[in-house]
């Protein structure tokens, strides 16, 4: 160990950068990693959507001056399902990767004291049109999907649908079906779990709802009193998807064309094409960090490599007379590996504790998570694996050294 | 002697070439993330109206009539307030200036229905157009008491005018809108905020400022069914939101913005301001305690996240990487000085003292910089032009300027001649007997 440490004190300069330089590389890659793995959170999570390039989702159909009547929506999708095609329509106050309109509660069982932060999707028909898995229970009745809700219908009696992951959260260890769920302590209106489902996508994917990407509830009957519905069309298995778009939205435009606000469109899109624009923004900087982690890290290998070199090169007299004095290559070779990992090590250590405040930082400033433990290591690892390799050339080079150099230049 | 240096550093930059290019593409691609990162910052930071934006202030206040349908508590400053609370505190005249705003979108169109656009405007109340400092080209804003008889005026940009008359001059002339015929007393330069910083609470995610096309007083906007786009949140029986509607007397809907320009003048200010929400508290009014509060544009952008946090995040990012990238150059600067010992031996030997030995290598370190801050030049201009692929709300903003090049400019350099000093240091303390020994 001593003649591991004792040429780092004599020259401290190189050591020393050394050092500096795998913490700063430990620090950002680890931060750089999390942000990483947080922006491919959603599209990561299974959406619960079936067969999406055969859902179409009508959104952006917003009412001028007053809120579109429901016997007008309960036309409009009457007309959409006389289109050829079509199997199952929907009209929604808000749907899956539908951005502008949103509603998110806090829900909680009767009597329970767990909340989670939950998104609703509220319309008819919603587990055929959306194709959805249901895991439990049964879906709504004809009569349920046939109620005419009070506004949009958040707060008032009846039967709800929700996720697997919100059933589990709310009611851990017992089934959700037949228990009852309100929004908030206050509210008087009470929701019974008829039906549970696999997976479903909530349409707000910020920074505040990664936790709880899947926390979803279905709410039958469509919204009333509402100016921006969105409608979900499912088109049959064997029916060309483009072709029943294109009758869909004349059908819209004929139904409800004159009751549209003047200069905004209605858009048009299969779920999926939906589904990667909605996500794009992440796809883009889920790159650009990837980006980031690797060019910091081929920049921490060039710069271990080029500072091994010259620290070994400085030393050839020495290790020339460690060869004369009797020691293996292969001696060499670990000696150079041991000093790299006892570098990078000090380094990473440093690096893991300013990754940490740097995160802390982070979270305090921009509302990020905590970095989880399991971050840590994986950053460390990467880091010796890093460092070893950096030292490979440059040691192997070293051990090279012929003895007989101990006896020249002295 | 400065010539001289240079020379050296070319005649060493020769030697070894790959080194050489390692450290300058090692710099490049620091400073150039860094200049990419800050420059979409800059574009995004700082006053949305330099020089006006600073002393306005946005009212706030809980102004609930008879609560919403679910009766929410009031957790965040709302800035959205009844046309009457918002006509009381413009009229009472007791700021630097003030107004009432709300977006509006419309279909503007000549009065025989030829040409016709469909654009974003400003539905205001009080000297909206001359507190927030829109330049005129032709005409003059709406008079007090054109806003009080409620006159069909309005006032546009040059782009609308030339679109509609083919003439930016377009005073005098009519126009079509909602269902009535506006005259036209102004003309305004196209005009728009360097940031969203109005109405933010209905522009979430946008954080650019959008060119305002027309700006129309409100009574006579709301008479000719020229509505709000957003009517904000009604009272308890109203629909939820509703959008383009001329309904809005139950609705909170319309920004109030004041310009005070002292302290004091906030002061007085933020007294009329509670003493005017208690005595609607008192009068029966507003149903819950008003806790009005005045916040500076600024202020209230950042309560917002006016600016998305990715922004401010990535420049974090880039700033670790470029001190990283410094550390990385500093070692291998290091490394390629002292290999040269000998050399610096001789000349110390030679009779150069210890402060031209230091120059010397700073100067070299100061040239491979300035090489990095040409090489970063290309890599940043490739870097905005990808953050402008990217499909985020701000790709708009990743645009070279002038300004910017003068800081790359001066930030190479700088970091040439910081990471030089440590290595320049060291190799200039060099005893120049032992390394001749050695050499």
Redesign the interface.
Known sequence: MRHLLAPLFRHR??PL??V??VA??C??AC??LF?LQQRLKPMLVPDGIGQPNHLIIASNI??????WETSRMRDTERALRGVPGVTSVSVAGSLPMVLNARMNGRVQGVGRDTRADTAMYIGDHLVKTLGLHLVAGRDFTAEEDAVQNH??GM?QDGPAIITQSLANRLFPGQKALGQTLQLGDK?PAVRTVVGVVGHLMRNDFG?GSQRNLDNVMLFPGIPS????PAIGVRVAPDADPQQVRKQVEKVIQRMLGDGM????DPSYDMYGTLRD?AL??YR??VW??AG?CL??LI??L??IM??T???V??RTRQIGIRRALGARRSDILRYLQAENLLLVGVGTLLGLIAAYA?NLW?MH???LPRLPWSYLPIGAALLLVLGQLAVLSPALRASRVPPVVATR?V | MFAYYLELAWRRCRQNVSMMLLVVLTMAIGIASCMTATTIFAALSGEPLPGISDHLYVVTMDSRTQGDADDEPYAKPQSLLNLRDAKALVDAHRADGQFAQAQSLAQVSTTDGKQSDRVVGIIGYGSLLTTLGVPFRYGRPWSEAEQAAHAPVVVIDAKLAERLFGTSNAVGRSVSMGTGTFRVIGVTAPWKSRTQFLGLTQNAGSPLGQDMRFFVPVGAALDNGVGPLNSGKCAKGAPVVNFQSTNVAQCRWIETWVSLRTPAHVTTYRDFLARYAQAQHQAGRYVHPPQAKLFVTQAWMDRLKAIPGDVGLNVMLAGGFLLLCMVNVAGLLAARFLRRQGHVAIRRALGASRRHVFMQHLVEAGVLGVAGGLLALPLTLLGLWVVRMQPVAYAEAARFSPGAFAVLAALSLLVGLVVGILPAWRVCRQPPALQIKVA
């Open positions: 300069l190189m950068l050394v500096l330089q700063l590389a620090a950002i931060n750089a942000l917003v009412s001028r001056g007053q809120p506004g949009v707060h509210d920074d009193s509402w100016s921006l606000v003047r200069g905004i624009e794009a923004q883009a900087s650009l960090l980031v060019i910091v920049v921490t060039a710069g080029g500072l070199a010259y620290w090169q400085q740097v982070l400033h921009y509302e230049s």
